[in-house]
C-alpha cells in the first residue's frame, strides 16, 4: 500500500529556495503560542491541549512566492531564535503543517490539504485551514478534518485530488485543531 500526501502542488519544488517580499499579508510576523488545541470527538468546540502546544512556543507568518506560486505559511518554532531564522532565510521555501494559497487578511487565508492511503481507491483525512487575524495582534488557524474512502485514481495512479477535495465538502467535520497566537514582532 502506497501512501499520498498532497501538501501543495510545488512540493517537489520547495528545497530549491525562495524569495519573500514581505508584502503577501499584513499578519507577517513572529506570534507568541498562545495555546494549541485539538478535539479529536467533534467541531462543535475547542478541545483540551494538544501535544503541539509542548513542543512550539512561536509562530511565525511569511509570505512566499515561488515560480508564479503566492501563499502565505504559519511556520511553527521550537523557539523565538528558529522564528528569527526562519523569517531571515529568503533561500529556503519552508512547507510545514499550515500553509494558505486561498483567502486573505481581510476574509481570511484558506488552505488544504489530504493524506491517503492508495490501493484500488484512496481513503484517509482530508484537512481545511483557515488563519484568521489582526496585523499587530493575533492569529487563529482552525484546521478541520473529515475522513473520505472510495476516492477514484487519476490518469497517474494517484489519489484524484478534486474528487477527494469534492467529497470532502460535502461530509461533516470529525475533528478541530485550533492555534491560537500573539503577535511579538515584524519580520
Excluded at 105 to 114: A, H, Q, R
Aim: net charge negative; proline share 3%.
Amino acid at each position: 500500500m502506497r501512501l499520498a500526501l498532497l501538501a501543495i502542488p510545488f512540493l517537489l519544488a520547495a528545497a530549491c529556495g525562495g524569495d519573500d517580499d514581505g508584502g503577501g499579508t499584513a499578519l507577517a510576523g513572529i506570534y507568541e503560542l498562545a495555546s494549541w488545541t485539538h478535539n479529536p470527538d467533534g467541531c462543535d468546540a475547542e478541545g483540551p491541549a494538544a501535544f503541539e502546544q509542548d513542543q512550539y512556543t512561536h509562530v511565525l507568518v511569511k509570505h512566499f512566492s515561488f515560480f508564479g506560486e503566492d501563499w502565505v505559511s504559519a511556520l511553527t518554532c521550537a523557539d523565538l531564535d528558529e522564528c528569527r531564522t526562519k523569517a531571515a532565510d529568503d533561500d529556503t521555501v519552508y512547507i510545514e503543517h499550515f500553509y494558505f494559497d486561498g483567502g486573505g487578511d481581510t476574509e481570511g487565508w484558506t488552505g488544504k490539504s489530504f493524506f491517503l492511503s492508495v490501493a484500488d481507491t484512496c481513503e484517509g483525512p482530508v484537512f481545511e485551514y483557515e488563519m484568521t487575524g489582526e496585523s499587530g495582534q493575533s492569529i487563529e488557524i482552525n484546521e478541520e478534518t473529515r475522513t473520505v474512502s472510495g476516492v477514484p485514481l487519476d490518469d497517474m495512479g494517484d489519489c484524484d485530488e478534486e474528487a477527494a477535495y469534492e467529497q470532502a465538502a460535502d461530509l461533516p467535520c470529525e475533528e478541530l485543531t485550533v492555534v491560537s497566537a500573539t503577535y511579538l514582532e515584524d519580520i
